[in-house]
């Protein structure tokens, strides 16, 4: 009986291991790309311009999580982009300087592999993540900091000024646009090789049987039109094409000019709700099902829906360890926090 | 003349090597204490009922991080008590839950080194951090999140249960007792020795000249009377002794049934401004004057000050290094957030 069940056992692993392969191929063909394990290759990727530095990720870093870039002086990028959370904030859409929601009900994108999309925000206004950095900073609702506030806070204090000239050289401006910049350099490096990144890498059993199902239904159903490339998402797409998004009456967000609205990175989905750009569905095979109704004229059933988000957990990916800055002091001559 | 020269330094040295002795003696007669460098003195002084393992430290920094644990899903502890900017806010009064001001006008104090502090809030109301952590949980003006609530959310999240019985044991109650004890727990540890203290444990050039002669002069002035002990403050004390303070009318808050009010820890003070249990004052040399005149009834001058501010830096300690903490995700039982 034992031996037996071995043989079985045995036949079952070859049959899927060969299954695996041409999943693999598939998912290859579907446009799927695994993160470079290949330090070169992954470096031409997310540094394409070489501006990636230690120092300039370090200060990247300090920027990212300092709240004095705000003007009340409590707000912070990872506010609303939450490292420790999927880098979202986890509310449908975020709220910022004196409490207030996003005026066109947009919710936070994750700043996980962000590099990997083709524009930033949900209409694609921006080219990069330097670019995208200057938003959220001056716009009211957010941290609402004028880039010459930003500029006083960052320039009275001589340790920050100090880490500038270590990162650029000596004759560095210290402006809005260095300093935003370098939060961009910060997060080109947030990227999070997942289980999937180790299956299309060659490592067969990364997935279970049950996300391997997931993932051939993921492709078979279309997914892989819009959640495609590294990102699985993050280039402009069409939205609501064979029927009208159930929630399109929260908010006022119709897209760019031609009413496109980029498609999310499904890495790290798992942990990013609520979904869509106005944050209004909370269960993930929920968001399925209406993805299937909405762009592909399909009737996912909830089996299937299932099955696929079984397949998105494979998509959480190992975080960047990320110590936590010590920030330097404020001086007399930092501007006060303003809370009006 | 250069001989000259170098048996002049030598003498110079000799003679501030036993002032430095003297010194350290004459700081330790009046009741200023070095945090221990040995580790069982120092368990002792921050875990006396052994509460600590690395597991609920472990927890209790995730706690700490856990914005889920406001009703709005995006204040955490460490959203007033920043570890990266001293321990706090850098704001006059802290600012919580739809955006409102602590109503009494009070300042956000260092969670640094708060181990050591004879009594937790500025009333000293409270007698430990564990004590502590379930005020500014639910204060309406703070995370505005009822127990029930913060139950709730933590039962809801697998991950988050399954920390708590490794912390402690399978039969572990997630109750709101727990939930804030661990985070107390997880702030017993955040101590920040620094040259202050390897000056008192013997290291007699830890501090420069200056540092030392601002430090004869704190306890020559008499500073020493409530910025004493390992924390230098941390205890109840009469406040506005040989005056009234300057902004006395800003904020209502008295102190407490004595009118007594707790002395903030001098510890990482340069990196603290806003001062005194209301924000009011924003220069430390300022500080240093305004206690001189309502405490001691003596005129500090501006050279006084400066000396006194000057050692007063040397007690910046240093920062246990946190990694930032990946949280565990939410669920489809997890209750939402809530603005309102």
Redesign the interface.
């Known amino acids: 009986m034992k031996i037996f069940k071995f043989v079985g056992l045995s036949i079952l692993a070859s049959s899927l291991l060969l299954a695996s392969a041409d999943l693999a191929d598939k998912a290859t063909k579907a446009g799927l790309k695994a993160i470079p394990t290949d330090n070169a290759a992954l470096s031409k990727l997310i540094d394409p311009n070489k501006t990636i530095t230690p120092e300039r990720v370090e200060l990247g870093k ?1 920027l990212y ?1 300092e ?2 870039l705000s003007k ?3 707000i912070s990028c990872n ?1 609303c982009h ?5 880098g979202v ?4 859409a975020a ?1 910022g300087h ?2 207030t ?1 996003n005026p066109h009900h947009l919710n936070s994108p994750t700043v996980y592999n962000a590099v990997f999309f083709a524009a930033q925000f949900w209409d694609g206004r921006s080219p990069h993540l330097e670019d995208q950095a200057q938003g959220p900073m001056q716009a009211a609702p957010e941290m609402a900091a004028p880039p010459s506030l930003v500029e006083e806070r960052i320039n009275s204090m001589p340790a920050y000024v100090e880490e500038f000239k270590k990162a650029y050289g000596k004759d560095v401006k210290v402006d809005f646009k260095t300093i935003t910049s370098t939060i961009g350099i910060f997060e080109r490096t947030l990227v999070t090789p997942s289980r999937f990144d180790d299956f299309l890498n060659g490592k067969k059993d990364a997935l279970t049987d049950a996300e391997k199902e997931g993932m051939n239904l993921f492709i078979d159903k279309g997914c892989t039109t819009c959640h495609t490339g590294i990102a699985l998402g993050g280039s402009m797409q069409p939205f609501g094409i064979t029927a009208k998004y159930k929630y399109a009456d929260v908010g006022d967000f119709v897209g760019d000019k031609n009413k496109m609205v980029k498609a999310p990175t499904l890495r790290n989905i ?2 990013t ?1 609520p979904y869509f750009h106005n944050g209004a569905i ?2 993930l095979a929920d968001a399925v099902k209406e993805m299937g109704r909405i762009q592909l004229g399909l009737k996912i059933s909830d089996d299937e829906a299932t099955k696929i988000v079984t397949f998105l957990g494979a998509l959480e990916g190992r ?1 960047p ?7 330097p ?2 001086t ?1 001559k930092t501007p ?2 303003d ?1 009006k």
């Open positions: 300090k999580f709240p004095r009340s002086g409590i506010t939450n490292l420790g959370m999927g904030d986890g509310v449908p709220v004196m409490w929601a798992t942990e709700a909370w269960n975080k360890e990320v110590t936590y800055p010590q920030l002091k404020s007399d006060k926090p809370f």
